[in-house]
């Protein structure tokens, strides 16, 4: 392994076999076998390889791995992709850029951060290790893990959220590439695990996020219609008005129960309506 000397390329190093020790930063050749994946890589799946794969068999690695030394190798720290596209097709030596080590968080929030730009990793993988940072004490709060990769406590929030979906839908999420963080956020914001398999599936088949918004947008408003609806009828069922020798009696009677209160307030503006609409009180 050598440093690249002016006027060599690439090519010209390999050929001529130099070797060398175990520099701590720099561009270099260096063996395949001297470097190790991440395991704290957030990437858990690999997809669409077929391509790279093809494409570095005719081309070869364009940019160099980022990597940063462990002993007498060389841990990745970015390029994982191609890292595995290079052993697939053969390839004995590679170009790295090696860069002085970080401590464990900072590589992690700067894994993190290049993954979260390049929209790199499923949504999925992405709130496991936002959770894991969050739960191992990396952040103190949302609001600081929000702050430190350049997001807001909104989308973080929504991203956590994405956890909450039921397993199978967090499992078909995962390992479909090309659905988007924001698609991830919204599917996993509407309260209808049933509704949520539809939103899934659509965008499994790849429905636009554009339309899933539409879907969603169209949905809630059925809900709310529904809701309304339902609520007038359970409402009018607490509410009597009686007239009795030249009088007006007008009560409302409910049950403590959760929802008890808006069921309450529902029937005194349709008690209201009633008291309005009676033409003997006038």
Excluded at 6 to 30: A, M, Q, W
Excluded at 55 to 78: K, N
Excluded at 123 to 137: D, F, M, P, Q, R
Excluded at 266 to 272: G, I, V
Aim: proline letters at 3%.
């Amino acid at each position: 392994m050598t440093k690249l000397p002016d006027g060599k390329s690439r090519l010209d190093l390999v050929k001529s076999g130099l070797t060398g020790g175990l520099p701590k930063r720099g561009r270099f050749i260096v063996s395949i076998d001297r470097l190790l994946e991440d395991p704290e890589n957030e990437r858990k799946i690999f997809h669409n390889m077929d391509d790279m794969i093809e494409s570095v068999r005719r081309h070869g690695i364009i940019e160099p791995i980022t990597v940063t030394q462990e002993g007498d190798r060389y841990r990745i720290l970015t390029g994982h992709r191609r890292f595995r596209a290079a052993k697939a097709v053969g390839l004995t030596e590679l170009e790295v850029l090696v860069r002085e080590p970080d401590d464990q968080i900072t590589r992690r929030f700067k894994s993190l951060i290049s993954n979260i730009q390049r929209e790199n990793i499923p949504a999925v993988e992405l709130a496991e290790t936002l959770h894991s940072l969050l739960s191992s004490g990396a952040a103190e709060s949302q609001r600081e893990l929000a702050r430190q990769i350049g997001k807001s406590e909104q989308w973080m929030s929504g991203m956590l959220r994405v956890l909450e979906l039921p397993a199978r839908l967090q499992e078909e999420l995962r390992s479909t590439p090309g659905i988007g963080y924001e698609m991830a956020q919204r599917i996993a914001q509407v309260g209808d695990s049933q509704f949520q398999e539809q939103l899934v599936t659509a965008a499994v088949a790849g429905e636009s996020v554009g339309r899933i918004r539409e879907r969603i947008a169209s949905f809630r408003t059925t809900q709310g219609s529904t809701s309304s609806s339902r609520l007038k009828t359970r409402t009018s069922q607490l509410i009597q008005l009686t007239h009795r020798e030249g009088s007006c009696v007008a009560s409302l009677r409910a049950k403590r129960e959760p929802g008890a209160q808006e069921a309450m307030l529902e029937a005194l503006r349709q008690l209201a309506e009633q008291v309005r609409a009676d033409d003997s009180l006038r």
